[in-house]
């Protein structure tokens, strides 16, 4: 199985000016997506972005060790803004530049160990991570906790202006 993920293209712009924003001491910033979920006609798993929530200043932790760190407070802050209603949740943050980002090996690690645990409370949604860059993303979504994830394949910005990143696996 395959996924696919459709945002108007306001709320990505809004997304990449957050992201962009600097930041005290973290080097990257760090947000969360909402989305509903449909089965497109093409039998791929869809994502519909919803809304957009920064995490905030008090929410991000020291640690030199990596890019940006967030604490649980940011985590209960996201997942309650997808409990009810019942909603995907895609951690986001951006590499910038240009062309397809990858995720880093922090990346990686880090999403195997939080993105099982939002199945706890919301436990019949997919949830992801997608990396943008200034042109392009990348991401990835877990159907279940204890399953590896899939690839996004399609991100879909709708509006002016449109844009699709094909095949960004």
């Excluded at 019949?124 to 279940?144: E, F, Q």
């Amino acid at each position: 199985m395959k996924g696919r993920v459709k945002i108007l293209a306001t709320t990505l712009c809004a997304i990449r000016a957050d992201l962009a924003r600097p930041h005290e001491f973290a080097h990257e910033r760090v947000g969360f997506l909402t989305a509903g979920v449909v089965t497109s006609s093409d039998g791929r798993l869809m994502l519909l972005g919803r809304e957009y929530s920064p995490v905030h200043e008090d929410d991000y932790i020291p640690d030199p060790t990596v890019g940006v760190k967030i604490g649980s407070g940011a985590m209960r802050k996201a997942l309650q803004s997808a409990y009810r209603p019942p909603a995907a949740l895609l951690h986001i943050h951006t590499h910038g530049g240009s062309g397809r980002p990858d995720f880093s090996g922090v990346d990686r690690r880090s999403a195997t160990e939080f993105i099982p645990s939002f199945f706890n409370p919301i436990p019949r949604m997919p949830h992801g991570i997608l990396v943008l860059s200034d042109d392009s993303a990348k991401g990835l979504i877990w159907l279940t906790a204890d399953r590896a994830p899939i690839p996004i394949t399609d991100i879909i910005s709708v509006g002016a202006p449109y844009a699709k990143y094909g095949a960004v696996i």
